[in-house]
């Protein structure tokens, strides 16, 4: 089996857990993304790393929204469940939940890049 179909593996699996995770309705857009656009595989299995999604609750689901307004990647809520109907609301919830928007600790200049390696808290 080649890199690309262990990759589409994982994301189907990342997919079959958000699909029975109580902060998401409907994901056929997901999974239908899986099969057509291979850049989205190593996103779902950062996101799988980071573990964000296993945190994610009701409660704080107002927080990821709020999140979502502020740096103009709105997530789409209904019922009080992420709902995917277009390209952009997959690419902001796993762009939330991968901790994508940074601020660095010297200048203060906001960044947009996925999460590297977890580091220790000193």
């Not at 019922?79 to 609301?89: L, P, Y």
Request: one cysteine or more.
């Amino acid at each position: 089996m080649g890199l690309q179909e262990e990759y589409k593996k994982r994301a189907e699996a990342v997919a079959t857990t958000i699909s029975k995770h109580q902060c998401f309705g409907d994901i056929k857009l997901l999974t239908d993304k899986i099969e057509t656009k291979v850049s989205i595989h190593k996103k779902l299995m950062k996101l799988e790393k980071l573990g964000n999604l296993h945190s994610l609750t009701s409660k704080n689901i107002k927080k990821l929204e709020s999140l979502g307004k502020k740096k103009k990647a709105p997530i789409n809520l209904q019922d009080g469940k992420i709902q995917f109907e277009t390209e952009e609301d997959i690419d902001n919830v796993i762009k939330l939940l991968c901790d994508y928007f940074k601020t660095g600790d010297y200048s203060g200049k906001p960044y947009g890049t996925y999460a590297g390696k977890l580091q220790p808290i000193e």
